[in-house]
């Protein structure tokens, strides 16, 4: 096991966060081919452990290797392969993580989430979500003859044990990838036949992928920085047989190109599913909670607010402008809904923390303004 200990003392030292950590281990793995299977498994799980939790163990006087075995454990993640890499290092039985150590302290949390509850949450990865879209039937029996347990979070949200392989098993038309407190934000849309919809900042088109599914026959135009990621929105679109939305490249922090994009003709609804930290997502991306820097707040804030104000000046009177942010941070959130009020004139009509955590779900923050 010696070796593993070289290759898992190399990753931290390497590694600083410029890359998804998933992306990283792919690229470290393949200098390395000679690590089997079970060993790229055990030094993923011993790297994910670390930046979940190393912060909370530091300062004890602990060794690396009691470290790691300490995060492994505060994990969950602890077994009989570990108990073998282990068996040399004394790690204490007794020993509980200051979790409030996990993130610095003075970055004020959304109202309906505890810092205590958040910064525990970062120990377990959540589940899988995926969004039912027909034929619940044939993908129980498909889970059900792999083995793989489900249970119902609503009556089209299924949570699934996280990196469960379903993407060979179930047929893609029949269900989305997508977790559960995001497809909670579909009850927000309402939408009706013939409405226009803008989605401002549309990514991938999970949101827009609700907002058609729900109602096949709305106008729809999505808009994003980068054209790749459009690309990837439109074979989506294409995947599950919906009509296709007119989709522009466009920043939605440029008031000229989001009214360019409106042509004149206000839109009855607008989605503006904010850049942002991504707080609420950490659970599955731990290292960004190891690196991140508590200044890039303010900076997001000043971004999510210029969208949404220019979002707001393309809507027709009365109608509704959708602001989402998967963070938990207030500044992301209830203060930039604040700085929409006073520049636009709108009024909140609904606003809140979606708060995942009790159903091993991500969290997320939405508003409704008119």
Same mark, same amino acid.
């Given at each position: ?27 470290? #793995? ?5 690590? $089997? ?23 004890? $006087? ?70 039912? %879209? ?15 347990? =489900?249970? =119902? ?21 029949? /269900? ?28 991938? $088109? ?30 989506? #679109?294409?995947? =599950? ?23 004149? %003709? ?23 909670? =190891? ?37 938990? #941070? ?34 997320? /923050? ?5």
């Amino acid at each position: 096991m010696r070796y593993l200990w070289l290759h898992i003392t190399a990753i931290i030292e390497q590694y600083a966060g410029e890359l998804p950590l998933t992306h990283y281990l792919r690229g470290y #793995f393949k200098r390395f081919p000679v690590l $089997g299977s079970r060993d790229r498994r055990m030094l993923s799980t011993l790297a994910y452990c670390w930046y979940r939790a190393a912060k909370g163990v530091a300062g004890g $006087g602990y060794t690396r290797e009691q470290q790691l075995g300490l995060c492994l454990r505060l994990c969950g993640a602890w077994d009989e392969r570990f108990a073998r890499m282990f068996a040399d290092v004394d790690i204490p039985d007794d020993v509980t993580i200051d979790v409030q150590r996990l993130f610095p302290d003075g970055v004020a949390l959304s109202r309906g989430i505890t810092r205590e509850e958040w910064l525990t949450s970062m120990l377990r990865q959540p589940d899988l979500f995926i969004r039912v %879209r027909r034929n619940r039937q044939q993908i129980e029996g498909l889970l059900q003859q792999a083995g793989i347990s =489900y249970r =119902y979070v609503t009556e089209n949200c299924m949570a699934l044990p996280n990196g469960a392989a379903i993407d060979k098993l179930l047929p893609q038309a029949v /269900y989305v990838v997508q977790d559960a407190s995001s497809q909670a934000t579909g009850r927000l849309l309402d939408a009706k036949t013939g409405e226009r919809w803008y989605d401002c900042c549309c990514g991938a $088109g999970g949101k827009s992928l609700m907002l058609v599914d729900s109602c096949p026959h709305v106008l729809l135009t999505a808009s994003d920085r980068r054209a790749t990621i459009l690309n990837n929105l439109r074979e989506r #679109f294409r995947m =599950y047989s919906l009509p296709m939305p007119l989709t522009v490249v466009a920043d939605a922090a440029d008031a000229v190109q989001v009214q360019r994009i409106a042509g004149g %003709r206000p839109f009855d609804n607008i989605i503006a599913d904010v850049p942002c930290t991504g707080s609420g997502t950490w659970a599955r991306t731990p290292e960004q909670l =190891y690196f991140f820097d508590a200044g890039k707040v303010a900076e997001l804030a000043v971004l999510q607010s210029r969208i949404a104000v220019n979002a707001a000046a393309a809507l027709r009177p009365g109608g509704r402008l959708i602001y989402i942010t998967c963070s938990v #941070f207030r500044q992301e959130n209830e203060d930039v809904v604040q700085a929409i009020v006073a520049e636009t004139g709108l009024k909140v009509v609904h606003e809140g923390l979606i708060n995942g955590i009790d159903i091993a779900a991500d969290c997320m /923050y939405a508003a409704v303004l008119q």
